[in-house]
């Protein structure tokens, strides 16, 4: 790992985990800018992600989403993803060049009740899949990305990112 490398700190998890919430909350708790990939296609595509996964599919999504990772060039900044970054495998290997790679792990029913709108959040799901089969076939994947995994259920935010900078060991 170059030494800029340890600089960043990339977020994964299931859409619903908090990524993007916590990302905010944990750049400003370590002095560093923050990113939001799902931001970046919704700029560069000029339109929601439910609008580009209902026009463009599901395999078009995953192939936006990481050529929008791809461009992420950054130093100093806290990362967060879509929660079908995982299926991009080039992209993955450019963010952990980046930095460590967090996953927040949430469980199915936590996320059950936070997603009450699936239909207009823009998840990349496949024709027929449910919550719970993205569930299990995206944890095993944030499994083995993720350079540390953050238990989540029962957390609120300040205590989440305090796991997270307990976890980084001040290698930001």
Same mark, same amino acid.
């Given at each position: 790992?170059? !030494?800029?490398? +340890?600089? /960043? $700190?990339?977020?994964?998890?299931?859409?619903?985990? &908090?990524?993007?919430?916590? =990302?905010?909350?944990?750049?400003?708790?370590?002095?560093?800018?923050?990113?939001?990939?799902?931001?970046?296609?919704?700029?560069?595509?000029?339109?929601?992600?439910?609008?580009?996964?209902?026009?463009?599919?599901?395999?078009?999504?995953?192939?936006?989403?990481?050529? !929008?990772?791809? +461009?992420? /060039? $950054?130093?100093?900044?806290?990362?967060?993803?879509? &929660?079908?970054?995982?299926? =991009?495998?080039?992209?993955?290997?450019?963010?952990?060049?980046?930095?460590?790679?967090?996953?927040?792990?949430?469980?199915?029913?936590?996320?059950?009740?936070?997603?009450?709108?699936?239909?207009?959040?823009?998840?990349?799901?496949?024709?027929?899949?449910?919550?719970?089969?993205?569930?299990?076939?995206?944890?095993?994947?944030?499994?083995?990305?993720?350079?540390?995994?953050?238990?989540?259920?029962?957390?609120?935010?300040?205590?989440?990112?305090?796991?997270?900078?307990?976890?980084?060991?001040?290698?930001?």
């Amino acid at each position: 790992m170059s !030494a800029a490398a +340890s600089h /960043n $700190v990339t977020l994964i998890g299931m859409p619903g985990s &908090g990524k993007s919430t916590i =990302g905010v909350v944990l750049a400003k708790r370590i002095n560093c800018q923050f990113v939001d990939t799902d931001l970046i296609i919704q700029t560069s595509q000029q339109r929601t992600l439910q609008e580009i996964m209902d026009a463009e599919g599901f395999d078009a999504f995953c192939q936006i989403e990481e050529n !929008a990772v791809l +461009s992420v /060039n $950054v130093d100093h900044h806290v990362v967060a993803t879509g &929660g079908s970054v995982v299926y =991009g495998p080039e992209g993955m290997a450019h963010l952990k060049k980046l930095g460590q790679v967090v996953f927040l792990k949430t469980g199915l029913k936590t996320l059950e009740e936070r997603l009450s709108n699936m239909a207009t959040r823009g998840i990349a799901l496949k024709p027929g899949q449910t919550l719970e089969h993205l569930f299990h076939e995206r944890n095993r994947l944030y499994t083995e990305y993720a350079d540390i995994t953050i238990e989540c259920d029962g957390l609120n935010v300040e205590q989440i990112c305090e796991k997270i900078e307990a976890a980084l060991n001040g290698s930001i």
